[in-house]
């Protein structure tokens, strides 16, 4: 098995702004942008209290069931533009079910961030992990589109708040 995760900070506001990117908009994205950060800021509050309120409840895993699953506790929470998928940032949820009936060896697990950092080296990694011929790795690699991801932090009005930031870390602390 081959996991490849994004740095959950980046993740989470990459697909708020990938959300609005994929559906039509009452209001046009480009007037939308500007208010993005604020926007994101303001669900993820939300988001965070509601999950921590489901908590004092529910089990962890029937809050990102009920999250995920989109159900009447946090229903209000996804709207189609500036989706917040806080659950599906919880990476460690998730590996710690999988790894209690699979084991450990075969799983590779990689970041976004190390793919984009050095391409070569990590899919070097992944070639080894599922025993591919040095010969197929050349021709592969060849013919490999080194796709980037989306990054709104070259434009300071559209940065992530550092208050929402600092949220971000304590929650996933």
């Known amino acids: 098995f081959i996991v490849v995760m994004r740095e959950p900070l980046s993740m989470l506001y990459s697909w708020f702004w990938y959300s609005c990117s994929r559906v ?3 209001v046009p994205l480009r ?3 500007l208010k993005g950060p604020d926007i994101f800021h303001e669900r993820i509050v939300a988001k965070v209290r509601s999950f921590n309120s489901c908590i004092i409840v529910f089990s962890l895993e029937k809050c990102i069931s009920e ?6 506790l946090f229903h209000s929470l996804m709207p189609k533009c500036g989706e917040t998928v806080l659950e599906r940032a919880l990476y460690y949820i998730y590996i710690q079910k999988w790894l209690s009936v699979i084991p450990r060896e075969r799983f590779l697990f990689l970041t976004l961030e190390e ?3 050095d391409w070569n080296q990590t899919t070097n990694r992944l070639w080894k992990f599922i025993g591919v011929s040095s010969f197929a790795v050349n021709k592969c690699t060849k013919a490999t589109n080194k796709q980037k991801a989306v990054d709104y932090t070259n434009d300071p009005r559209l940065a992530m708040r550092n208050d929402t930031r600092n949220i971000l870390k ?4």
Do not use: A, E
């Open 31 to 33: 007037d939308y942008k």
């Open 67 to 72: 999250m995920s699953t989109n159900s009447k």
């Open 24 to 26: 039509k908009q009452p």
């Open 170 to 173: 304590g929650f996933f602390r």
């Open 115 to 117: 793919l984009s950092r």
